[in-house]
């Protein structure tokens, strides 16, 4: 089975195109649009890994991931900032202990590489997704 990821980002489209670029990998995605939405949602799906980004209304990201942190079922979940960060934003992130970034505009393949790295740190299982080959064998 593959891991849970809780995409956190206010704008639907950025949500829809992470969440199509890790389903496609084989992960399970749940959404919410603002750091308050993720406290919320949370607790429901119990996510293996949360991406945030920073500038959200109500809640922004770094202050919804020093939530989690302060939270002891949430203070070892990891945590990616998925945004367009500014220097002070990735040290603010450091100091709450943010696992992982990623710049906004960002690479597909980066963001699955993310993802999968810190799927590592829960324990959870790779997404085993086969070889696909034009060359059948029988035997």
């Keep these: 089975m593959s891991g849970r990821v809780l995409v956190v980002d206010d704008s639907e489209v950025i949500r829809q195109l992470i969440r199509v670029n890790l389903e496609l990998e084989g992960f399970e995605v749940v ?14 799906v119990k996510p293996d890994v949360v991406t945030l980004d920073v500038m959200m209304p ?8 020093a939530r989690l942190r302060a939270t002891p079922d949430t203070s070892r979940l990891p945590i990616a900032i998925v945004s367009a960060c500014t220097p002070a934003d990735l040290d603010l992130g450091e100091a709450v202990g943010v696992d992982g970034y990623l710049g906004k505009p960002f690479d597909p393949a980066d963001l699955v590489a ?6 590592r740190l829960t324990g959870q299982p790779e997404v085993f997704r086969p070889e696909r080959t034009d060359r059948t064998d029988r035997g």
């Excluded at 993310?114 to 799927?119: K, T």
């Design 114 to 119: 993310l993802v999968r790295r810190l799927m």
């Design 58 to 65: 109500r809640l922004d990201g770094l202050r919804t991931a």
């Design 31 to 44: 959404t919410a649009a603002d750091g308050a939405e993720c406290l919320e949602v949370i607790r429901r």
